[in-house]
């Protein structure tokens, strides 16, 4: 293999990693890739969507799946499908919607890499009905850090699998996935958009709509406060029976860092004014593509860049129904009064529980918000961090820059039997990340 000095960075462009990196073609590659690794740790790189540290390695190696992007099996009668790690989801949308086929589950961008949604356990707007995609994986084919090549499933070395699902790639390095591609009758949904005037109201509309919608997801103003504290726009969705005549929206790109200062506490109040009352009436019903519903932030291509060069973080969190509404409401009255959110703040529910050993997903409520990367936001992030533990929460970390070490091994109650695989299958710590050493994943040391 040969190795190249590279400079990569996650999505929120927080945090940059100085290290070696190569690009396989085959699997053969990857194990010559695994072979070479040394003291300095080896990652797997995907398409660089995770926001934080997720997927860095300063000072060591990453193995970027890029040119692993096959599409080895399709079954049409089953729908099932597998596919090297490199695979997106937007390939996966444009083979194989045509046919009437969709992924199970998405993340908000299809520029994600398979072996991203099972690193990271990702979940979507469909949560509640059909869980996150670790549920829909069958079988993994994982190189391991002594370069064995071993498939794991429910059913085969389910340790491993469950380490593997949401264990952000520190069990070795995906060479295919196995899961079943959904079957779909258009290209299209039905959506339902109402605006929710406060947080109660939010709260109901989820649980009497949301819960029950085969989509569903909300926007929600970040720096609204008093009686409005918690307004938004909630959408709920469901599959369309008929093919729309797909209008496709043009593309566009963000061609500059911009200035830091455009993001402020005026600019982007004004913005979510005009945001919540976009449409006149207080609901609208439309039809929209799977493409522009699943994915409305890829029309903006590098949008990221609207936060300027010192980038953003993204905090997301879910907290358990029971204490939701108290929690919710501390943790939007510190991003109001902490002054530094941005537009981009969503409200949903989560169904059950992921089957990864560090799997975010448990039922309950999940905020997320961006946060400009401004002075002051670590503390922020700092007081965001224990309103969710007071609530018996945990932070994504696939979004995640600035959680703890303790606060992280309070929030994942299966951290010790991660180690104990990672111990098993990796004595040497030749898997190595930024998070990993941040968060003292291998050992708490």
Known sequence: MTWKDMELTGWGRSHHATCQAARPERRRDA?????????????GFGAGRSYGDTGLNDGGRAVLSERLNRILAFDQTSGEIVVEPGVTFRDLLEVFLPR???????PGTAFATIAGAVANDVHGKNHEAVGSFGHHVRWVELLLPSGDIVRASPEEHPDLFAATIGGI??????????????RVSSNAVALREQRVRDLDAFLDALKNEGEKAHYSVGWIDALAGGRSLGRG????????????????????????DCPGFLLNRWSV?????????????????????YEQFLYPLDALLDWNRLYGVRGFHQFQCVVPFE??????????????TGRNASPLAVLKTLGKAGVGHLSFPIPGYTLAVDLPRKQGVENLLAKLEAITLDHGGRIYLAKDSCLSAEGFAKMYPKLGQFRAVLAEIDPDGRMASDMARRLRIRDGS
């Open 31 to 43: 194990v010559a890739a695994i072979s070479q690794s040394d003291a300095t740790g080896v990652l």
């Open 233 to 256: 726009i909630l959408e709920t969705a469901e599959p369309l029976n008929e093919d729309i005549a797909e209008r496709r929206k043009k593309t566009r790109a963000v061609p500059v």
């Open 169 to 182: 790639g520190l069990t070795g390095i995906l060479l295919a996935i196995c899961f079943p591609m959904t």
């Open 269 to 289: 109040r004004a913005f979510n004014t005009l945001y919540y009352r976009r449409f006149v009436r207080r609901e609208r019903r439309r039809r929209l593509a």
């Open 100 to 106: 009437g086929f969709l992924a199970p589950v998405s």
């Open 323 to 336: 204490a939701g509404a108290t929690a919710l409401r501390h943790l939007l009255d510190a991003v109001r």
